[in-house]
């Protein structure tokens, strides 16, 4: 927790200040995090969602932090920003967090927010992700959200397996339904029609940004696996159909051979036949 900051009502932070005031925790795995402020999070719980991370994805998170704070949001925000939205959306922003929840400051906050942490006496310079706890209602949605932050950074940092490009492309080409994203059912339909709609000579760079996402998206589907009891319905979206179980249990299954799990945590996939 915090050593030194003081908490009241209409005191917004320094994201990249309170990153210098609290005491990061280590986790058996190695990644570092946090929670702060009023989270109405469960220590055991996050502890168990941190821990469901691989150690070897872990290891691409060691110029990385998490931090779950109640709200996390750009500073510039007011009254008329539903008539300027560009001016607490763009990337210079300063990152503010609230230590507590109101509804005016959720309206503002949004899921996560990175945050360029310069170095400290006790902490290297790295890359904060300050996590909006209080926006997710409950433990899947926090999960899933740190998971797919994990996903990403895991991509960007050690990049994709060859292993898995090969089975993802197949299954795009194969006309496999569904997909387990937004981004990655767009970027694959893009792939897949091609370039100058050329289907025989797929559109490289939405190929990259469609396996890209979809890596992300396995890894984040995975490690929820390993935290959480849950039903794979329960990532169904409106505005795309959701990747074929049987297509989905085959990426699992190459993410669990590639990521086996930490003591402690076990991979299985069950079907549930309808009645």
Same mark, same amino acid.
């Given at each position: =927790?915090?050593?030194?900051?003081?908490?009241?009502?209409?005191?917004?932070? $320094?994201?990249?200040?309170?990153? !210098?005031?609290?005491?990061?925790? !280590?986790?058996?795995?190695?990644?570092?995090?946090? +929670?702060?402020?009023?989270?109405?999070?469960?220590?055991?719980?996050?502890?168990? #969602?941190? &821990?469901?991370?691989?150690?070897?994805?872990?290891?691409? =998170?060691?110029?990385?932090?998490?931090?779950?704070?109640?709200?996390? =949001?750009?500073?510039?925000?007011?009254?008329?920003?539903?008539?300027?939205?560009?001016?607490?959306?763009?990337?210079?922003?300063?990152?503010?967090?609230?230590?507590?929840?109101?509804?005016?400051?959720? $309206?503002?906050?949004?899921?996560?927010?990175?945050?360029?942490?310069? %170095?400290? $006496?006790?902490? +290297?310079?790295?890359?904060?992700?300050?996590?909006?706890?209080?926006?997710?209602?409950? /433990?899947?949605?926090?999960?899933?959200?740190?998971?797919?932050?994990?996903?990403?950074?895991?991509?960007a940092e050690a990049g994709i397996p060859d292993a898995f490009t090969a089975?993802?492309? /197949? /299954?795009? %080409?194969? $006309? #496999?339904?569904?997909?387990?994203? &937004?981004?990655?059912?767009?970027?694959?339909?893009?792939?897949?029609?091609?370039?100058?709609?050329?289907?025989?000579?797929?559109?490289?760079?939405?190929?990259?940004?469609?396996?890209?996402?979809?890596?992300?998206?396995?890894?984040?589907?995975?490690?929820?696996?390993?935290?959480?009891?849950?039903?794979?319905?329960?990532?169904?979206?409106?505005?795309?159909?959701?990747?074929?179980?049987?297509?989905?249990?085959?990426? @699992?299954?190459? =993410?669990?051979? @590639?990521?086996? +799990?930490? #003591?402690?945590?076990?991979?299985?996939?069950?079907?549930?036949?309808?009645?």
């Amino acid at each position: =927790m915090a050593e030194g900051v003081h908490i009241s009502t209409g005191n917004l932070l $320094d994201a990249a200040e309170l990153a !210098h005031a609290v005491v990061l925790k !280590h986790a058996p795995n190695g990644i570092r995090y946090t +929670p702060f402020g009023d989270t109405k999070l469960a220590d055991a719980e996050l502890d168990r #969602v941190v &821990q469901a991370v691989p150690a070897t994805v872990a290891a691409a =998170m060691r110029s990385r932090a998490f931090y779950f704070v109640p709200l996390a =949001m750009p500073e510039g925000f007011s009254a008329d920003t539903a008539t300027r939205p560009e001016a607490h959306r763009t990337a210079s922003d300063k990152t503010l967090v609230s230590p507590i929840y109101t509804s005016e400051l959720s $309206d503002e906050a949004i899921c996560h927010r990175n945050v360029a942490v310069p %170095v400290s $006496d006790s902490e +290297p310079a790295h890359e904060g992700v300050f996590i909006s706890a209080r926006l997710l209602r409950d /433990q899947f949605a926090l999960a899933f959200e740190f998971f797919i932050n994990v996903g990403h950074a895991f991509a960007a940092e050690a990049g994709i397996p060859d292993a898995f490009t090969a089975l993802a492309w /197949q /299954q795009a %080409v194969a $006309d #496999v339904r569904g997909e387990t994203s &937004q981004d990655a059912w767009e970027s694959r339909a893009e792939a897949i029609a091609g370039t100058k709609g050329d289907k025989s000579k797929p559109d490289e760079k939405a190929k990259t940004e469609f396996l890209e996402s979809a890596f992300a998206d396995a890894i984040a589907i995975y490690l929820l696996s390993l935290a959480v009891d849950f039903d794979y319905s329960e990532l169904r979206e409106r505005e795309y159909p959701l990747l074929a179980p049987s297509a989905l249990a085959d990426r @699992l299954r190459l =993410m669990a051979h @590639l990521f086996p +799990p930490n #003591v402690g945590y076990e991979f299985s996939i069950r079907y549930r036949r309808r009645a």
